[in-house]
Nanobody, 124 residues
């Protein structure tokens, strides 16, 4: 089992940047695919980005490509989401998730563990 704690959210103006962090407990961090999802008020939770457990293969939702970068640091048991050129529509609660499934996935159903989320608000 793994516990996930997100941090780094906050209020930023449109065009600004934020870096989210997700600290994972336990020794088996390297055995999990890691993902970021987000949920805006009244909307379903949607995929943002994911990084594989071994070679660090990454996957992004189309609307985040070129603006967001996911990375992981196994020495620190932490996964990051660097968000640049933020827009008001990026406002949401951002969740970190861990998957033990064989393949990297954009489906929230494939993730086994979730953090509590961190709020990101982008103002005009």
């Amino acid at each position: 089992q793994v516990q996930l704690v997100e941090s780094g959210g906050g209020l930023v103006q449109a065009g600004g940047s934020l870096r989210l962090s997700c600290a994972a407990s336990g020794r088996t961090f390297s055995s999990y695919h890691m993902g970021w999802f987000r949920q805006a008020p009244g909307k379903e939770r949607e995929f943002v980005a994911a990084v594989s457990r071994s070679v660090g293969y990454t996957s992004y939702a189309d609307s985040m490509k070129g603006r967001f970068t996911i990375s992981r640091d196994s020495a620190k048991n932490t996964v990051y989401l660097q968000m640049n050129s933020l827009k008001p529509e990026d406002t949401a609660v951002y969740y970190c998730a861990a998957s033990q499934k064989i393949s990297l996935s954009a489906s929230r159903l494939q993730y086994d563990y979730w953090g509590q989320g961190t709020q990101v608000t982008v103002s005009l």
